[in-house]
C-alpha cells in the first residue's frame, strides 16, 4: 500500500515508471497534472454551490459523485504521456497573445488617430459656423 501511494498516481493510476520512461518526472504530473487536492477542492466547491447554479460539467460529476462513481477520473491518462503539446501550446499562446497585444497597440493607434481627425474635423466645422 506504501508503495502504491509512492509510486502510483491516485488520480490516473498511472506507476511512476511509465512517466520515467517518457523522461516526466512523477513529481511534476503529481503536482501539475493530477494534483489531489484540486479534486478534493473541486468536491467542496460542488458541495457549496447551489446545484441550480451549476455548469453542465458540474451537473455531471456532482451526478457521478451523488453514484460513489469517479468515472470522470482521468483513469490510465495523464497529458504528458498522450504526446501533449503542452510545453509548444504554450509557447504558441505566448506568440498568439504577442501578436494580439501588438494588434490592439496598432488599432488603439489608429483609434486616437480617428479621434484626433474628428476633433480637428470638429473644431474647424465650428470655426465656419462662428
Known sequence: VQD??????????LPRESFERQNVKFEKHLAREH?????????????????????ATESYVRHL???SKVDFFPVKKALSLSGSLEENEFKQLNTAMAKM???MSSL??????VRDEVRQFSSSNQK???
Do not use: E
Not at 488603439?108 to 488617430?113: A, H, K, N, V
Open 65 to 67: 459523485l451523488d453514484l
Open 101 to 103: 497585444t501588438g494588434q
Open 128 to 130: 465656419r459656423a462662428k
Open 4 to 13: 502504491d501511494t509512492l509510486n502510483r498516481c491516485f488520480i490516473c493510476h
Open 35 to 55: 494534483f489531489l487536492w484540486n479534486y478534493v477542492y473541486y468536491s467542496m466547491h460542488l458541495d457549496l454551490k447551489a446545484r441550480t447554479d451549476y455548469t
Open 108 to 113: 488603439r493607434d489608429q483609434i486616437m488617430s
